[in-house]
């Protein structure tokens, strides 16, 4: 496969484009390439572009310590929950259901405002079938 890419870089360039079906695929060969393909900061719609982004990522918490402290809510949540279950008694402790349950929890709490309690019945529901 890699010889085939050198060859299309040397018969058509740094920048070109692959069709897989119906879908292009646009390949970059090199460093200088890949730099000014997605580090060049001119035009009307880089500009939009990255206003957008960065309205996005602010509203998301780029620039405040909200994504650390859900991070830090879920991962305290999470070590609570497993001390939990082994002062009840339990021998074995799933922490992949408990880490799913806190990563969906970081997502939920971005996109809809909230976090899934200790109590979710709909993904305790899942996890046992």
Partial sequence: METQFKKWKKQYGDLHTIWFGDM??????DAPTI?????KDVGERWREN???????????????NLMQERVLVEATSL?????????GGKNEVSVQ???????????????????????????KLLYHN
Avoid at 24 to 29: D, R
Avoid at 35 to 39: D, K, R, V
Avoid at 79 to 87: R, V, W
């Fill in 79 to 87: 070590i609570t929950d497993i001390k939990d279950e082994i002062l």
């Fill in 35 to 39: 730099l000014e393909t997605f580090l």
């Fill in 50 to 64: 990255r206003r957008f982004a960065l309205h996005v990522f602010r509203n998301f918490g780029l620039g405040k």
């Fill in 97 to 123: 259901n408990a880490i799913d349950l806190g990563v969906g929890s970081i997502i939920n709490s971005l996109t809809l405002g909230y976090r899934y309690g200790k109590v979710c019945r709909i993904l």
């Fill in 24 to 29: 292009p695929i646009v390949t970059l060969h």
